[in-house]
């Protein structure tokens, strides 16, 4: 079986600085994979890469994505538009700005379908209003009337997630989509991309930095930290017998309701230290060559 | 799951009566003065109550008809060979409508075309877009207006032209900045995500929230236009001299300014008129379009 996504040994650089060096994870279909890290692991960038967004002074050093079999890096640029929404969608980090202020929601999700499934304005209407009852949006034919900024966030979040499962892709890359939300908004959320995933076979590439979602929705989970990938697995061995250092210092700073507040203890600076010192090593490997 | 329903019923009348309110005062004030301006334009020949070129040189120089020595004939007075002033405004007013839509829907193509373009393409094309735009723009604009009114000749034709080829800058540098703008924001991204080709991108996704912008820049231009053509036709290089314009009418008033000093004030009074309706309009709309200002 192929898998749907594979990443191996990607390096990526902005300018002079290295972002991702050398991370490696399949995606078999179907499967919910938690992506894991502090601000500027290099998660989201990960996610961009796949996507084809990186900022345009991030070069590719080396490695491949492949997705279903086809490298996306060597692919052709109107190649790869095709897939991006059709094969491989993102449900993206803040509702708030990620729709276009003035066009009204029925004609965003309705421009998505005709632009991949070709079918009419009135087609692409009806369906619209499908995909919004799917996210239990009550009277999708009014939501569809109304400008993005007349909903609320939590509607526009739910909004975006349609059009990410719309054409049934094979991959959804979620950004942070709970983080901007509000933690009752949050749960609704997830509970809203494993009924749509489980719907429409996706698989889920999850980025977040909070546990406590990988633990609810992912199958699997990876743990980023400096572009590097410190340990991957199924999330229950994972959060049961973490084996990096710093899993466990993670777990160990994550709140939960069966400890008390007290046995919360940051990650400890001397660990992080030793992570970056051990990257930078990595990045001098690099450029003297394997020897 | 819980259904997610609309919080509250969005009070909501007209989109366009709300957008008429947010534009206030300004809106309505440009609107009607733009309006009138258009309509007394194409009403010309129904409205003057005289040929424009009709000549009594046995009334020359009458004062307008209220003040002592004026003729009921001639609301507005006569000029120094005795025509009709008020017509003549009023026929003017063709010349500066017509420069004021023409001229600056056609500036604002070339410049929003070009603009796209440098904003989104970036690199050597947005360098090259740039720098011509800093040239063009380190020329006095009405020097280089009288300076190409002069080559390519006079007439209706030339004024617009000059008007363009001066004024497309404007768009240009703008509409450039603020595709940059819109191109960062994540609707932006999240669009291209969905496979849009840069095209489409920048015509669905991008240009709509340019109108706003654009709205106000082509109505100021349009004020700006009208400028243009009246020192052009100061000077004397616009259209040709049996066609009456402000400019023209300031040009011949000023010589007997202190004997007739209404033949230089009237059609100074319509240019300023006109260009602060444009303002205002292009203000109001500015106002009403913004989707920021829109809740």
Known sequence: MTATLEIDGLKVAIGAANVLRGVSLALQPREVRGLVGESGAGKSMLGRAVLGLLPANATIISGSITFEGRNLLAMHETERRKLLGRRIALIPQDPMTSLNPVKRVGVQIGNLLRHHLGVSKRVALARASELLAEVAIREPARVLSLYPHEISGGMRQRVLIAMAFACDPALVIADEPTTALDVTVQRQVLQLVERLRQRHGSAVLFVTHDLGVVAKICGSMTVLHGGRVLEDGETADVLARPRHAYTRALLAATPRADRPAEALRPVPPALIEQLWSEARRLDRLTIAGPT | MADLALSSPVV????????????????????????????????????????????????????????????????????????????????????????????????????????????????????????????WMAFPPVLLSIVLAAVIGAGLTSVIAAIVVVDWTRFARVVRAETMVQLTRDYAAAARVIGLSRAKLLRLEILPNLVPLLATLLAVEMGIAILVEVILSFVGISVSGDTPTWGSMIAEGRQIVYQAPWIMALPIGCIITSVIGFNLLGDGLRLALDPVQRS
């Open chain 2, 12 to 135: 909501r009348q007209s989109r366009l009566l709300a957008a008429l309110q947010r534009g206030g005062a300004r809106l309505w004030v440009g609107a009607a003065v733009v309006a009138l301006l258009v309509l007394v334009a194409v009403l010309a020949p129904v409205l003057a109550p005289h040929d424009a070129l009709e000549q009594d040189l046995m009334s020359a120089q009458l004062p307008p008809s209220w003040i002592v020595g004026g003729d009921h004939a001639y609301l507005l007075g006569t000029d120094s060979l005795g025509r009709c002033v008020l017509s003549r405004l009023i026929y003017s007013a063709r010349t500066a409508v017509m420069v004021a839509l023409v001229a600056a829907t056609l500036a604002a193509l070339i410049g929003v075309a070009l603009g796209l373009f440098a904003g989104s393409f970036g690199g050597w094309v947005d360098q090259a877009i740039s720098r011509l735009i800093d040239v």
